[in-house]
């Protein structure tokens, strides 16, 4: 083999250090972003946080041309090349999730109740970060900070020990009872059996065991007749038979404590004539038991979990505006960040003694910066595109909704699908009629005998509007709302119709009627 050398000219694509930062935070939630901001705080001595708002241009519908800056031009023809390797768009807006399996009986039952960069960028110290006032809260909302709305908690262990402090108990019952009740689950429940717990804390000392269970069962019986009615059940069936002792005595009650020592799927399916059969009741009788089960509470100890909070605060504000709409940013979840002029001054003065290290850190800080601006840029040409294409829906609600997909909202903009479904993944918006995920508003069409197209979301709306006016004695079907559907015009299967009744949390018709 002869030996040589050549010379070749190529092309590729290369994620810069800045780059890969600009996608990663674009991906980022608000609360994602809040911890990527204070982490950088930390890290990088360049950067601080300055209370002025820097006064920014806010964006509505009325504008006809919105500015784009020549930095945001570059970057999203940077991240249009490369996203096509890395496509995250997927089916969002475009396709809807499949049903899973069905839950079991009890499910149904409790469901029924309810580096170095080559990027060469200008220097810009001058702080970031403001934009418009924020909306103020709806009428409805409180000015409690989410800390307050915590306070006060009591929690289900807490309320049982008060109650025990009343009893009079020897030391070893005590100590079994403050076990058990430390032993229950945020519903209430006794999940392990007491031979279980025993041998947990014994070991192999079968005698010690054996004693353990004695004293756990006197406990369990103490635990059982406290408040609230049905805490320390082992199962649903324990749990709803606890409850009924507490009621008074009458035939339906007696009718509704044989039911809950019958197989809890037939309570689920509501099969009243074998409940009938197995029980020895009347039909009407095992009716009204049902109904008696129904106001009781299969997870007692649920009222007492203090749930965290999760506020959903909104990163793009929509308000109505003269005859259009005004899109904004929401200035309370934009950190308004600037680098440290004392010490950026003082690495100028002494560039010699500064060391390459703290260059780059300046360098960080003026990428970090720039990145947060594009992030909120982006976010913004995305809404203001979604809010031009959805405009029946702000002014007429969800059954104004019309079809829309990532591909038309990327070629409007010049940016590629995946960078849309990273713009519209946990971030939201605040609408006139609530608070909604920007992929809220993407949908997949249905045709309609007019040749047009409806958007699955408002055949969601119709779905339960047709649901909430339905006869509680007889409740539709998944195929009578079928055919309602096509009597509007909207061509849509049984088993979609089913699809979107179980996303909208819908029993089935035979769970939804009333006795």
Known sequence: MKQG????????????????????????????????VEQMLDENPFLEVTEEAAVREEFGLEHTDTPVSQDSREFE???????????????????????GPEASSEAKLEESWDGDGSVDTAP???????????????????????????????????????????????????????????SLNDDGYLEDSLAALAAGLAGDDLEQVEELVQHFAIALKLLQHMEPAGVGARNLAECLGLQLLDCKDCEQVRAAM???????????????????HLCGFSEAVIKGAIGVIGRLDPKPGRRFV???????????????????????????????????????????????????ALQQRLQEARWFIKNIQQRFDTILRVSSAIVERQKNFFSHGE?????????EIADELGLHESTISRVTTAKYMSTPFGTFELKYFFGSALGTETGGNASSTAVRA????????????????????????????????RRTVAKYREALRIAPANLRKSL
Not at 10 to 25: D, G, K, V
Not at 131 to 160: V, Y
Not at 258 to 276: G, Y
């Open 399 to 407: 059954l104004a909704m019309r079809p829309l997909v990532l591909r």
């Open 258 to 276: 044989a039911i809950c020592r019958q197989p809890m799927e037939l309570l689920a399916k509501r099969d009243v004539k074998r409940l009938a």
């Open 124 to 182: 810009d110290d001058s702080e970031w970060g403001g934009d418009a006032p924020a909306r103020k809260n709806n009428a409805d909302d409180s000015d409690a900070e989410a800390s307050d709305l915590t306070g006060g908690h009591e929690s289900l262990q807490d309320h049982l020990h008060r109650q025990s402090l009343s009893l009079r108990l020897s030391d070893e019952d005590r100590a079994a009872l403050h076990f058990l009740i430390e």
């Open 462 to 493: 119709l779905i339960k509007q047709f649901v909430a006016s339905e006869s509680l004695k007889k409740p539709l079907s998944d195929n009578q709302i079928s055919e309602m559907l096509k009597e509007q015009g909207i061509e849509c299967a």
């Open 306 to 356: 203090n749930l965290e909070r999760n506020l959903i605060v909104p990163d793009v504000i929509v308000v109505k505006s003269g005859r259009g709409f005004k899109v904004s940013l929401n200035s309370d979840v934009m950190p308004r960040l600037r680098v440290h002029d004392i010490y950026a001054n003082a690495l100028k003065q002494h560039k010699g003694q500064g060391g390459q």
């Open 77 to 99: 023809s940077a991240t249009n090349s490369i996203a096509g390797s890395a496509d995250e768009s997927g089916a969002a807006g475009q396709n809807d999730a499949e049903i």
């Open 5 to 36: 050398l050549s010379l070749r000219v190529s092309q590729h694509l290369a994620l810069t250090p800045q780059l890969q930062q600009s996608i990663r935070l674009l991906q980022l939630s608000t609360l994602e972003l809040s911890q990527e």
